[in-house]
């Protein structure tokens, strides 16, 4: 088990929100509150220098509004948490492939866009937390338009999950393999299978599943 695995299920992952839309930052602060007991939100603001001068920064992951007004490249922003440990979640009320790709390619571990449900936000500040990338499936599909038909870009992550499971693993083992909760397993499975639909193939059976990681080499088939 990793480092990064033990601190997923282990001690709670210290999380910031930087929005400056107030209303939005204490929505989803409650939001994110509810819906996942091992996140712990240290900081909630409304501004870049606010996050840089809180006393619990360095945080494990920031959940940050791509748009703030206040002339400062996101990318310089990502490179600033890098330097200092932090993973990037950026958040946005655009989904453009253009927008979505420069921010990946600065060194964002994630892209939501804010209509998200709460469930969406947690698995990508959990995927951030152990240097996964994370995409909704729509937006992924967006980035590889024209390319239905095609096998979807997978996470290192979810090619380790779909290859326990389709290779005949229950969930609960597949969770304890790669050090992570049951919950956040059945989360990984279900990005697969939406990511499948939308590129056109039906994997909602465990031995579909099987057959597509086969078929697209994620999965040795067994003599």
């Given at each position: 088990?990793?480092?990064?695995?033990?601190?997923?299920?282990?001690?709670?992952?210290?999380l910031?929100?930087?929005?400056?839309?107030?209303?939005?930052l204490?929505?989803?602060t409650?939001?994110?509150?509810g819906?996942?007991?091992?996140?712990?939100m240290?900081?909630a603001?409304t501004?870049?220098?606010?996050?840089?001068?809180?006393?619990?920064?360095?945080v494990d992951?920031?959940?940050?509004?791509?748009?703030?007004?206040?002339?400062?490249?996101?990318?310089?922003?990502?490179?600033?948490?890098?330097?200092?440990?932090?993973?990037?979640?950026?958040?946005?009320?655009?989904?453009?492939?253009?927008?979505?790709?420069?921010?990946?390619?600065?060194?964002?571990?994630?892209?939501?866009?804010k209509?998200?449900?709460?469930?969406?936000?947690?698995?990508?500040?959990?995927?951030?937390?152990?240097?996964?990338?994370y995409?909704?499936?729509?937006?992924?599909?967006?980035?590889?338009?024209?390319?239905?038909?095609?096998?979807?870009?997978?996470?290192?992550?979810?090619?380790?999950?779909?290859?326990?499971y389709?290779?005949?693993?229950?969930?609960?083992?597949?969770?304890?393999?790669?050090?992570?909760?049951?919950?956040?397993?059945?989360?990984?499975?279900k990005?697969?299978?939406?990511?499948?639909?939308?590129?056109?193939f039906?994997?909602?059976?465990?031995?579909?599943?099987?057959?597509?990681?086969?078929?697209?080499?994620?999965?040795?088939?067994?003599?």
């Open positions: 088990m990793t480092n990064a695995a033990v601190t997923l299920i282990g001690n709670p992952i210290r910031a929100l930087v929005d400056d839309h107030r209303m939005l204490g929505a989803l409650e939001w994110i509150r819906a996942a007991d091992d996140i712990n240290v900081a603001v501004t870049w220098p606010e996050l840089l001068t809180h006393p619990e920064f360095p992951v920031v959940l940050l509004d791509l748009d703030l007004k206040d002339n400062i490249p996101v990318s310089l922003k990502i490179s600033t948490l890098k330097t200092a440990g932090v993973k990037t979640v950026l958040m946005s009320t655009y989904s453009e492939p253009a927008l979505v790709r420069e921010a990946l390619a600065a060194g964002a571990l994630g892209y939501l866009v209509t998200e449900e709460a469930g969406t936000i947690v698995d990508a500040i959990h995927a951030a937390n152990v240097g996964e990338s995409i909704s499936a729509e937006l992924d599909l967006a980035l590889h338009s024209g390319s239905a038909g095609t096998s979807p870009r997978l996470s290192s992550q979810e090619r380790r999950v779909m290859a326990l389709g290779a005949g693993e229950p969930v609960k083992a597949v969770a304890h393999q790669l050090g992570i909760s049951e919950e956040t397993a059945k989360s990984y499975l990005r697969i299978r939406e990511k499948y639909r939308l590129a056109g039906d994997v909602g059976t465990k031995v579909a599943l099987r057959k597509r990681a086969i078929q697209d080499g994620i999965l040795l088939q067994s003599d």
